[in-house]
C-alpha cells in the first residue's frame, strides 16, 4: 500500500455526504428486513449521524486506527446503536450489516472519482479495510451488551435460587438447587443467619436435593454454613442426600458425623418437630 | 467408538463446564447413577485443582473400549508450580489452599486407575480412569 499518498476519502466524504446518504439510506431500506423494529426516520437519523461524525474524524487523516482519540466520538456512537440494535431484538449479522451496508455507496463513489486503477485499488482497501474495523466493533460491543445481560440474570437468579422458608414455628427450611459455589454459600450463609435471627428459629434444615454434585469444595461450604448456623444458636439438618451421593461421601472421605443427615426433606422435618417436642397425629 | 474432547479449564464457571462434559460422557459409555457421580465428583475434585493450584490448564475426556469393557480416562494437565511433595499432597487433610484437603486422595480413591506426574516448576498431569 502506498502510504506517501494521502487517501482521497476523507474529501470525498466531506463534497458527496449527501449523495453517499441517499444511496446508503436506499441501500439500507432494500435490505431492511425487519423493519417493525425499527423505524425508517430513526435508521435514517442514525445514518445521518454516523456520516458527519465518520466524515470528522476521517478529515484527521487516520484511517487505520480506530482506537485513536479523533475516532472516539464514532466509537461511541456506534456502541450506543449496538446496544439499542441487542436490545430491540436484532441479529448480529443484522447490526453488523448496518456499517457493511455503506461499503456499496462509498465503493460506487470511489469507483467514480478516482480513475487510475492502482489509486483506486488502495483506496480501496483501506476503506474496507475501515469499514470492517468498525463493523467488527459494532458486533463486539453488541456482544458486550449481551453478557451484561446475562451477567446480571446470573445475579438475580442467585438471589432467586437462595430463598430461606420457614417451615413451622422454629423451624427454616433452605432448599439448594444447582452448584454450591464460594459466592452463593456467602448468600446462603447471609439469607440464613438473617432469616435465624428474625424468627428466632432452633433448627434450620438444609435440603441438598437439587445439587447435582457434592465434592470437598461444597462439603467444605456445607459445614461452614452448619457451623455459623449453630454459633447463632440453631441446629442444622443436612437432607436430601441420595445415595450416589452418600457412597461419594464417603470415597471422598468427607466427615459429616458431627452433623446430623436425612435422606429426605420429610424425614428431617419429623425430626425438627420431634425435637421441638411436637407431633402431627392422623385426625 | 472413540470420542475425544477437550476442555480449558480457566475459570470456577469452566469446573462447571467440565462437569456436565463428564457427566455427559458417562451417560454415552453406559456408568449407572453411582459411576457417573463418582467419577464426575472426581473430574470436579482434580478440575478444582487444577485451577486453584494449577492456575488453569486444560482437560483431556476420552471414552475407552479395551476387551468387552468400557472406561473413561480423564487427562488433567497444567503449566502451574507444580507438586513438591506427591505423597503429602495425597494425604488426606493435607492443603496448602485452605481447603479440606481431601480432593486429591479423594479422587484416587473415586477411580479405578489413578496416575500423576509432576515437575516442580514446569506443571502437573493427572490420569485417572474409570470402568464399568
Not at chain 1, 446518504?21 to 431500506?29: M, R, V
Not at chain 1, 464417603?250 to 418437630?273: E, N, P, Q, R, S
Not at chain 2, 482437560?59 to 473400549?65: D, P, R
Request: aromatic fraction near 4%; include cysteine.
Amino acid at each position: 500500500m502506498d502510504v506517501t499518498r494521502s487517501s482521497k476519502i476523507p474529501e470525498i466524504l466531506k463534497t458527496h455526504e449527501a449523495e453517499l446518504l441517499s444511496e446508503w439510506n436506499q441501500e439500507l431500506s432494500a435490505t431492511n428486513t425487519r423493519k417493525g423494529l425499527i423505524k425508517e426516520a430513526e435508521l435514517k437519523e442514525e445514518c445521518r449521524e454516523f456520516l458527519k461524525l465518520l466524515r470528522i474524524a476521517a478529515q484527521s487523516g487516520n484511517l487505520s486506527n480506530i482506537q485513536a482519540v479523533e475516532w472516539r466520538e464514532v466509537r461511541e456512537m456506534l456502541t450506543s446503536i449496538s446496544r439499542s440494535r441487542s436490545h430491540k431484538g436484532f441479529t448480529p449479522t443484522e447490526t453488523a450489516t448496518f456499517i457493511f451496508s455503506f461499503k456499496r455507496p462509498l465503493f460506487d463513489r470511489l469507483r467514480q472519482q478516482l480513475h487510475d486503477p492502482a489509486e483506486l485499488g488502495d483506496e480501496i482497501w483501506q476503506a474496507t479495510d475501515l469499514l470492517d474495523r468498525l463493523g467488527l466493533m459494532v458486533v463486539e460491543a453488541y456482544q458486550k451488551s449481551r453478557e451484561e445481560v446475562i451477567l446480571r440474570q446470573q445475579e438475580e437468579m442467585m438471589e432467586l435460587s437462595t430463598p430461606v422458608v420457614k417451615l413451622w414455628e422454629g423451624i427454616l427450611a433452605l432448599p439448594i438447587i444447582g452448584t454450591l459455589d464460594s459466592a452463593r454459600t456467602q448468600v446462603v450463609m447471609e439469607s440464613l443467619l438473617q432469616k435465624i435471627v428474625e424468627t428466632g428459629s432452633e433448627v434450620a434444615i438444609i435440603d441438598i436435593t437439587g445439587v447435582p454434585t457434592v465434592d470437598t469444595l461444597t462439603a467444605q461450604h456445607l459445614l461452614k454454613t452448619v457451623t455459623a448456623a449453630r454459633l447463632m444458636g440453631a441446629d442444622c439438618i443436612i437432607s436430601g442426600i441420595r445415595p450416589q451421593i452418600a457412597q461419594t461421601i464417603v470415597y471422598l472421605g468427607i466427615d459429616l458425623t458431627d452433623v446430623t443427615t436425612k435422606a429426605t426433606l420429610a424425614d428431617a422435618f419429623l425430626m425438627a418437630l420431634k425435637r421441638m417436642g411436637t407431633t402431627i397425629a392422623r385426625k | 467408538m472413540q470420542k475425544i474432547e477437550e476442555l480449558k479449564i480457566q475459570s470456577s464457571a469452566d469446573v462447571v463446564l467440565v462437569r456436565q462434559a463428564v457427566r455427559q460422557f458417562a451417560i454415552e459409555v453406559g456408568f449407572g447413577l453411582v459411576d457417573q457421580t463418582k467419577i464426575v465428583t472426581a473430574a470436579s475434585e482434580l478440575a478444582r485443582n487444577t485451577l486453584d493450584y494449577g492456575g488453569g490448564g486444560i482437560v483431556k475426556l476420552e471414552t475407552l473400549q479395551e476387551g468387552g469393557r468400557r472406561g473413561l480416562r480423564l487427562t488433567f494437565e497444567d503449566q502451574g508450580p507444580g507438586i513438591a511433595d506427591i505423597d503429602m499432597a495425597l494425604r488426606d487433610g493435607f492443603t496448602t489452599g485452605g481447603g479440606l484437603g481431601m480432593g486429591l486422595g479423594g479422587a484416587k480413591r473415586l477411580a479405578n486407575e489413578f496416575e500423576i506426574e509432576s515437575v516442580v516448576g514446569e506443571g502437573t498431569r493427572i490420569i485417572i480412569v474409570r470402568w464399568k
